[in-house]
């Protein structure tokens, strides 16, 4: 028997939600990668570049 009682997060239906929804999920990544890359800088440590 199943349970109707689910307490999981609602799927967005439209495109637009999902598109929303989705580009804060990433905005928030970007947020904690570039909070880090500021941390490293104020405690005087300089980020390694990608293209070295």
Do not use: E, Q, Y
């Not at 804060?24 to 300089?46: F, P």
């Amino acid at each position: 028997m199943p349970n109707d009682n689910n307490s999981g997060t609602s799927v967005p239906t439209g495109r637009a939600a999902r598109l929303f929804r989705f580009s804060g999920i990433a905005s928030g990544i970007a947020g904690i990668v570039a909070a880090g890359g500021l941390r490293a800088l104020a405690g005087g440590k300089r980020p390694a570049s990608a293209s070295a």
